[in-house]
């Protein structure tokens, strides 16, 4: 079983920038792809960017590319989001997954591809 806590969630202004957190326990997390899924008010959860278990590779939906950075820090539990140039439309619940299934080089980008899921942290941008 795992454990994700997402943190760093809150209100900022157009332009403005926020760094989620999601911190994992329960199995290495060295063994875990991760990604982060996004959903907002009326509309389905949509996947926004993922990283390998190691951190080689990464992908990104085409809505947040240039905009957002995943990294990972293996020792610390840790997988990051930070989040630039912040748009009215990145208004959502910000959801951490990870993936125990895949190997070094795969990124799931897909939310069944994801086996654990955080509860989710709220992002609010005003215009």
């Known amino acids: 079983q795992v454990q994700l806590v997402e943190s760093g969630g809150g209100l900022v202004q157009a332009g403005g920038s926020l760094r989620l957190s999601c911190a994992a326990s329960?199995?290495?997390?060295?063994?875990?792809?991760m990604g982060w899924f996004r959903q907002a008010p009326g509309k389905e959860r949509e996947f926004g960017a993922a990283?390998?278990?190691?951190?080689?590779?990464?992908d990104y939906a085409d809505s947040v590319k240039g905009r957002f950075t995943i990294s990972r820090d293996n020792a610390k539990n840790t997988v990051y989001l930070q989040m630039n140039s912040l748009k009215p439309e990145d208004t959502a619940v910000y959801y951490c997954?990870?993936?125990?299934?895949?190997?070094?080089?795969?990124?799931?980008?897909?939310?069944?591809?994801?086996?654990?899921w955080g509860q989710g942290t709220q992002v609010t941008v005003s215009s």
């Open positions: 990283i390998t278990r190691r951190g080689g590779n990464t």
């Open positions: 997954a990870a993936a125990v299934r895949y190997g070094l080089a795969y990124v799931p980008s897909r939310q069944s591809e994801y086996d654990y």
């Open positions: 329960g199995r290495t997390f060295s063994g875990l792809a």
